[in-house]
């Protein structure tokens, strides 16, 4: 299956929006607007259109199901669960709320890193475990999931 989804925001409004700067800075020009207002206005704008963009981006990859299993490294492969998991995501463009496939369970990443953490690894232990490509997203789920886990057994 596809990670590429049509989006929602259509290229056209992130070209509108292009063109609405554009605008501003020939108002500001004929205006004589102060150089340090421009620059608050041009801020706000781009963090506006970054917003957009960011979101353009993230639902050309919707929610990153790439087929009902996954196959590992190590050749284990996982089931795809069946609920997408809601992830609250900050940028420096503001807030967005994906729904995310995810593959395997808590219990089966803590099994795995266990096995490593148990000889005092910690600092390199996704990458057995994880292809380069998936070592961001490894360590995404390992702090919003796993960490819990780790913290409670230390104290």
């Known amino acids: 299956m596809s990670m590429t989804h049509t ?11 292009l063109e609405d700067m554009l605008a501003f800075l020939d108002t500001s020009f004929k205006n004589g607007t102060a150089l340090h207002e421009v620059e608050h206005g041009l801020w706000k704008k781009l963090l506006d259109m ?10 050309l990859h919707g929610s990153g199901d790439i087929g009902a299993t996954v196959t590992l490294p190590t050749g284990e492969e996982e089931q795809r669960l069946q609920e997408l998991h809601r992830r609250r ?22 099994a795995r890193v266990s096995e490593y953490t148990s000889y ?8 057995p475990i994880a292809t380069p490509d998936a070592w961001a997203k490894q360590v995404e789920l390992v702090g919003s999931e796993i960490a819990n886990h780790y913290m409670k057994a230390a104290a």
């Open 50 to 59: 970054g917003h957009l963009c960011l979101g353009y981006l993230l639902a």
């Open 89 to 110: 995501y900050v940028s420096i463009f503001g807030v967005f709320h994906l729904e995310r496939t995810v593959y395997g369970t808590a219990e089966d990443v803590i």
């Open 7 to 17: 989006p929602p925001i259509r290229k056209n409004e992130i070209h509108q929006k």
């Open 120 to 127: 005092g690894l910690d600092k390199f232990v996704l990458w």
